[in-house]
């Protein structure tokens, strides 16, 4: 048997009775057209997921007899990437990367050198990209979303445990190693847009805090250097 199809129920709707409806119904009656006593996975992004039998559906409804409920908690370790916007068509690739590799938090901020304007709330796109990211890789708990106003100065206030600043001054000597990624608590990992950090914001969060680390001698595009933090961070708990 293979692995079942899985879904997306809201938080909210991950409760008896439950059910899918709208776009997840549709898929499910009308693209894959499941049949009444299959079974397919649910999750709903915050740790909580089973298996179920389909009992019934419809274009717009799917109900579901849970055969198995479990729940993920939340890990100790947590790895935070905070991305200066950009305008990149590379977004959801990176989106879909922190899933696969269990990135607990995505936080975007406007840097001097964004290109475009970060928008007031996270867009519907950037979940949907999300969700189809731990459709495929079978994680139950999603990462979180955030836009931080008040560029490098406010993110710089935001709460963590330790920060460390991806920076690519040549003077930077000390790199980034899975170590730096292990201890329990929030991680927040800063890396610069497109265009790279301006001096005054590297010193904001140097002055924050945040430990300026390197990950080479490459100059790495925003969401390769943030892959590449990822794997640092899934190293850590190997």
Avoid: Y
Avoid at 15 to 27: D, I, R, Y
Avoid at 150 to 157: E, I, K, T
């Amino acid at each position: 048997m293979g692995r079942p199809d899985a879904f997306f129920l809201p938080p909210e709707a991950f409760a008896p009775p439950f059910a899918l409806t709208g776009g997840e119904a549709n898929h499910c009656a009308k693209v894959l057209r499941k049949r009444p006593g299959e079974v397919v996975r649910a999750f709903d992004g915050q740790g909580r997921d089973g298996l179920f039998t389909i009992t019934a559906l419809s274009r717009s409804r799917v109900d579901l007899e849970p055969i198995s409920l479990d729940a993920t908690p939340l890990p100790a370790r947590r790895l935070h990437l905070a991305a200066g916007f950009s305008r990149s068509a590379r977004r959801d690739f990176f989106l879909e990367k922190a899933v696969e590799l269990g990135a607990a938090g995505i936080l975007f901020w406007q840097a001097e050198h964004s290109q475009g304007t970060m928008p007031d709330a996270p867009k519907e796109a950037w979940t949907a990209t999300l969700i189809a990211a731990a459709k495929q890789c079978g994680a139950a708990r999603l990462p979180t979303i955030s836009l931080v106003p008040g560029g490098a100065a406010g993110l710089a206030a935001t709460a963590h445990d330790r920060g460390f600043l991806l920076w690519e001054d040549p003077a930077v000597g000390r790199a980034l190693t899975p170590a730096d990624l292990a201890e329990p608590g929030d991680t927040v990992c800063v890396i610069g847009p497109e265009g790279g950090l301006t001096d005054t914001e590297a010193r904001l969060f140097t002055d924050a805090g945040f430990a300026p680390v390197t990950l080479g001698s490459r100059v790495l595009r925003w969401e390769t250097a943030a892959l590449a933090v990822l794997v640092l961070g899934l190293a850590a708990d190997c």
